[in-house]
C-alpha cells in the first residue's frame, strides 16, 4: 500500500516539472516557417530575465507564469499568434 502511494506521488509531481511550450497557431503567423528558430532565440534572449525581472509580486505562486510571459511576448512581436 505505501508503495502504491509513493508510485503515485511521484507521477503526479512529475506532470508539474513539464516546461511551457507555445501553442502556435501557424497560419495567423506572419512568418510560420520561420517558427522553430524563433522559439530557440526567444528563449536565448529571455534565458536572462526568467526569473529575475518578472516576479509576481500581484498575484498568487499558482497562477505567476515568469517562464512563459517574457518567450510568449518575443514571439507576439515577431508576429505569431500565440494561444496560450
Not at 33 to 59: H, Q, Y
Request: glycine content about 4%.
Amino acid at each position: 500500500m505505501r508503495k502504491t502511494i509513493i508510485i503515485i506521488s511521484l507521477i503526479a509531481l512529475g506532470g508539474c516539472t513539464t516546461a511551457w511550450k507555445p501553442i502556435v497557431d501557424v497560419r495567423a503567423s506572419k512568418e510560420p516557417r520561420e517558427l522553430t528558430r524563433d522559439i530557440l532565440e526567444c528563449r536565448e534572449l529571455t534565458a536572462e530575465i526568467v526569473g529575475s525581472k518578472f516576479s509576481c509580486w500581484d498575484k498568487p505562486y499558482w497562477q505567476c507564469d515568469k517562464e512563459s510571459a517574457p518567450i510568449r511576448q518575443c514571439l507576439v512581436n515577431r508576429g505569431h499568434s500565440v494561444l496560450n
